[in-house]
């Protein structure tokens, strides 16, 4: 699923009122975040959470896991269903090659935001829609390139201590506590937040 394949599709219509035209989504997870976002933008769905396994395949790129974990996370709901299209999304962080996904606890989360500090980290975001009557699937990746300023332990130590950081890949939310420590993103904003909404 590629952004000129997606923008063909509309023709003169526009977003908007392909927006209103379609049918009703299932997302496949149970992020908040996602749901915000879909909500935010109008286009009506329900949340039906996937439960899969997320592990990490030994030797797998950041680009595989995201796309290949939407791809099942979409699957898994749309082999449910008799008709729907089904969105999968799943999104990692990646800085110098080290793959940060969802901390394990509150000190692996100020290991990651240690790792971030000062640099430049890129946000992978796989997604895929699966139509249930066919088993068609679209697939496509978004990648958003994000600077954080330095961060001293203290700062860490308070950005962790917040509690709401350990169910967010790289262990942070750009649309909380960590936008004071952001100088600057190149790429889809959203896609930080969890869903590059334009790709899908």
Known sequence: MENERVSQAWGEA???????GMRPLVLASSSPRRTEILTAVGWPFEAQPAHIDETRLEGESPEDFVSRLAR????RVAGT???GLVLGADTTVVVDGHVLEKPRDEEDARRM????????????TGVALVSAESGRVATGLERTRVRFAAMTDEEIAWHVETGSVLDKAGAYAIQGRAALFIEGIEGDYWNVVGLPVRLV
Do not use: D, N, T
């Open 14 to 20: 526009g977003p908007v009122r392909a927006l209103e």
């Open 72 to 75: 099942a996370k979409a699957e």
């Open 81 to 83: 269903r008799l008709f």
């Open 113 to 124: 935001l240690r790792l971030m500090s000062e640099r430049v980290h890129e946000v992978l």
